[in-house]
């Protein structure tokens, strides 16, 4: 991964990606674990958690 400042103006790809980690970090910093967090973000991407069998 390159430390480089990305290009601007961002794909819809990146401006995606961007506000998924905003979301996984605000959730942390809310108090939800790291595991937590990405699950929620997860079910958020793919429509809602998966019914469990």
Known sequence: ???EMPS??????AQSASA???MFV???A???TEAQA???????VSGGPR???
């Open 1 to 3: 991964m390159s430390d």
């Open 8 to 13: 601007f103006p961002l794909t819809q790809l």
């Open 20 to 22: 998924m980690h905003e």
């Open 26 to 28: 605000a959730q942390v």
């Open 30 to 32: 809310a108090g939800f």
């Open 38 to 44: 990405l699950y929620l973000v997860a079910c958020m």
């Open 51 to 53: 019914e469990q069998r």
